[in-house]
């Protein structure tokens, strides 16, 4: 499997309060974009990605076990990480409240299985066509879903980056899954919003059309972001699935 991934603060920000942790021999890839005062996003996304790192350490996945096992092991290592968060935020009066999207992705042969919480996102790019998989946790996309608001006036509403779920908001959360069957030559996409607030759909194709590697596609959709504006912090985790990854387990 060809992996890419890259992280950049963007123009806007002076501090970067997202985090990427990729476990290639596990095949499972973590995004996060932290959220809070005083650094504290920082500290949660930082904290989520390591804590999802030791669990999966701690506990390593059983091998053909099924869909199920895999959602069940998924949900109780993102319970642990959500609690240990939460639990930080409220120990220390500075990280009060602070909070962190997550995406988690786990390649299992030829099935992604996708977990998300708030609104980083992952997407699959196949045969020219960009598609999200994941849904946004935002208070737009709920306005969105009910027919208040379009899909372009979400783009420009004054709350469109409220998010409505989050890991670390409260003791208990719970995220969403997705499962993927892969085919060669698919791309996966992991991001924060700092990759698509800036660079549309569109503009992602014309990139992963190009056919470089997949390090230097994600180097090549941070520059394009921070050339529209950089205004957020920019995490991308770039996968490319090939035959062989299919019989590698």
Do not use: W
Request: charged letters at 25%; hydrophobic letters at 35%; a negative charge.
């Amino acid at each position: 499997m060809d992996v890419g991934f890259k992280t950049d603060k963007g123009i806007a920000r002076y501090n970067n309060e997202d985090a990427c942790f990729v476990m290639v021999d596990e095949n499972v890839f973590i995004i996060a974009d932290g959220v809070g005062g005083n650094r504290s996003g920082e500290i949660a996304s930082r904290t989520a990605t390591r804590l999802v790192s030791q669990y999966i350490s701690s506990k390593p996945i059983e091998k053909n076990k099924g869909e199920e096992y895999i959602k069940d092991y998924f949900n109780g290592c993102i319970a642990e990480t959500n609690l240990g968060v939460f639990q930080l935020g409220q120990k220390f009066d500075e990280n009060f409240g602070m909070a962190t999207t997550i995406v988690i992705g786990y390649i299992e042969g030829s099935k992604l299985y996708i977990f998300n919480i708030g609104d980083s996102r992952a997407y699959l790019y196949r045969d020219g066509v960009i598609r999200q998989i994941t849904e946004d946790h935002t208070y737009v996309n709920t306005l969105v879903k009910a027919g208040v608001i379009s899909k372009e006036a979400a783009l420009v509403h004054e709350k469109k980056n409220v998010i409505t779920r989050a890991l670390g908001a409260e003791a208990i959360t719970n995220a969403d899954a997705f499962i993927e069957s892969l085919q060669e030559d698919d791309i996966i996409i992991m991001c924060t919003d700092g990759l698509y607030g800036e660079v549309s759909e569109r503009e992602m194709v014309e990139v992963f059309k190009k056919g470089y590697n997949m390090s230097q596609t994600c180097s090549n959709l941070v520059e394009l972001a921070n050339l529209n504006g950089g205004g957020d912090n920019i995490t991308i985790i770039c996968l490319k699935f090939t035959k062989e990854d299919s019989h590698e387990q």
